[in-house]
Every structure is written in structure tokens, then in C-alpha cells.
């Protein structure tokens, strides 16, 4: 079992930058991938990035490429998503989830935390 809790959601400006953070329970985080989804109001939840177990691959959905950068600190249970110059249109509420397959296909995914807001005002 991971319970994952997410964290450093919030409103920010056009342009603004913003890290969310993800904190997982248990002693076995080091072996799950993890993922960042997101659901924007109105819409079925995407995929936004994923990371190895070790943190070495990492795959994002294009329209975040060059923005947003998935990490992960295995000593501290912790993934990260730093997003850079956000946009209106990445307003949504943000998930992290813990896996055992590296995929972007949510369906793969085992554990999901309750979500973090974030809104971008243009």
C-alpha cells in the first residue's frame, strides 16, 4: 500500500512557475513509477509526466515538453513536477500516482493521491 499526498498547488500569474510536490507513505517508493495526471474543468483526466523508479527515464505529453520537469528524491518518498511559464490552459487539478509499468496510460496506475489545484489567471 502508498498513500501519495500531494502539495504546492495554488493561483499563480501567466508566465509563473510553480513545484508540486508528492509525498508517498511506505518504504517501497523507490520501486514504483510515478506519474502526474491532471483534470481541467469540464475534461477527462490526462496524462502529464512519468518517471522511473530510479529516476533515470522520464516522458511527458508534448504540450508540457520544455515546461514542466518530473522528479523524483527516492530518500524522501518524494516526485516532483516543477512547471515553468504555466498558462491559463494548464489550469486543472494535478494527481500524482504510483505504478509498476512506465506508461502515460492511467489504467496502469495502482495509487492516486487526492489532488492539487492549480490556477493560472491570464
Known amino acids: 500500500q502508498v498513500q501519495l499526498v500531494e502539495s504546492g498547488g495554488g493561483l499563480v500569474q501567466a508566465g509563473d512557475s510553480l513545484r508540486l510536490s508528492c509525498a508517498a507513505s511506505?518504504?517501497?517508493?523507490?520501486?514504483?513509477?510515478m506519474g502526474w495526471f491532471r483534470q481541467a474543468p469540464g475534461k477527462e483526466r490526462e496524462f502529464v509526466a512519468v518517471?522511473?523508479?530510479?529516476?533515470?527515464?522520464?516522458y511527458y505529453t508534448d504540450s508540457v515538453k520544455s515546461r514542466f520537469t518530473i522528479s523524483r528524491d527516492n530518500d524522501k518518498n518524494t516526485v516532483y513536477l516543477q512547471m515553468n511559464s504555466l498558462k491559463p490552459e494548464n489550469k486543472a487539478v494535478y494527481y500524482c500516482?504510483?505504478?509498476?509499468?512506465?506508461?502515460?496510460?492511467?489504467?496502469?496506475?495502482?495509487?492516486w493521491g487526492q489532488g492539487t489545484q492549480v490556477t493560472v489567471s491570464s
Open positions: 511506505g518504504r517501497t517508493f523507490s520501486s514504483y513509477v
Open positions: 518517471i522511473s523508479s530510479s529516476g533515470k527515464s522520464t
Open positions: 500516482a504510483a505504478g509498476s509499468i512506465f506508461t502515460p496510460q492511467e489504467r496502469h496506475y495502482d495509487y
